[in-house]
Nanobody, 130 residues
Framework: QVRLEESGGGSVHTAGSLRLSCAAS????????MYWFRQTPGKERERVAV?????????WYSDSVKDRFTISREDASHTLYLQMNDLRPEDTAMYYC??????????????????????WGQGTQVTVSS
């Protein structure tokens, strides 16, 4: 059974940085899509960053975080990261790690645009104050 466990949320001031982590377990294959989403009350969930784990070119980012956030993965520990720099109050949200099942995708853009996650973490809160 796939499990995802996030950590690293917290409170920072504008222009600060945080790094979120997501430990993945239960996979018996190496090629799958991994995602970071965020959601604030009353708003739709937003796809923030996407990474295809088996190489697959550049990650995908939403326009709202491009050039500020970086998604990466450490293969040995099966841990997904989201490095968030230059944080703004509008980045305040619950951040969720998510992952897909078996896929025919071979890149992050395919994962972002054609697939939805099958597994979700419990979420970690990020609060940015001015």
């Amino acid at each position: 059974q796939v499990r995802l466990e996030e950590s690293g949320g917290g409170s920072v001031h504008t222009a600060g940085s945080l790094r979120l982590s997501c430990a993945a377990s239960g996979y018996d294959y190496n090629d799958y899509c991994m995602y970071w989403f965020r959601q604030t009350p009353g708003k739709e969930r937003e796809r923030v960053a996407v990474l295809y784990t088996d190489g697959g070119g550049s990650p995908w980012y939403s326009d709202s975080v491009k050039d500020r956030f970086t998604i990466s993965r450490e293969d040995a520990s099966h841990t997904l990261y989201l490095q968030m720099n230059d944080l703004r109050p509008e980045d305040t949200a619950m951040y969720y790690c998510a992952a897909g099942g078996k896929t025919t995708c071979t890149g992050s853009y395919c994962c972002a645009l054609l697939y939805e996650p099958s597994y979700w973490g419990q979420g970690t809160q990020v609060t940015v104050s001015s």
